[in-house]
C-alpha cells in the first residue's frame, strides 16, 4: 500500500505585510472586467485576484488601497473592496 502524503494546506502572500499564511485564513480580491476591485468572499470569481490577511493590522493600513491596486495591476489607488 502506498505511503499517505500529508496533507498540506495552500499558501498565499498578503499583498499589504507580505507575511506567507495558509489561503483560510485570507481574504481574496479580485479584479472585475470593469476595473473594480471588489472582495470575493466565496473565492471563486473570475479575474486577477490577490490575497489580504485578516490581520486588523491590515485591514485598517493606510497603504492597503496602493497595495492592492499595485497587485492587481490597477492605476491609481482606487477600488471598492472594503
Do not use: F, N
Not at 1 to 9: A, G, H, I, T
Not at 16 to 30: A, D, I, N, S, W
Not at 47 to 72: E, F, N
Request: aromatic share 2%.
Amino acid at each position: 500500500m502506498p505511503k499517505r502524503r500529508p496533507d498540506r494546506q495552500p499558501q498565499r502572500t498578503c499583498a499589504v505585510c507580505r507575511q506567507v499564511r495558509t489561503k483560510r485564513e485570507m481574504q481574496r480580491v479580485v479584479r472585475t472586467a470593469d476595473g473594480q476591485a471588489v472582495t470575493d468572499p466565496s473565492g471563486r470569481m473570475p479575474g486577477r485576484g490577490t490575497y489580504v490577511c485578516a490581520d486588523p493590522a491590515c485591514q485598517a493600513s493606510t497603504g492597503r488601497d496602493q497595495a492592492i491596486a499595485r497587485a492587481l495591476g490597477l492605476s491609481g489607488g482606487a477600488h471598492a473592496a472594503s
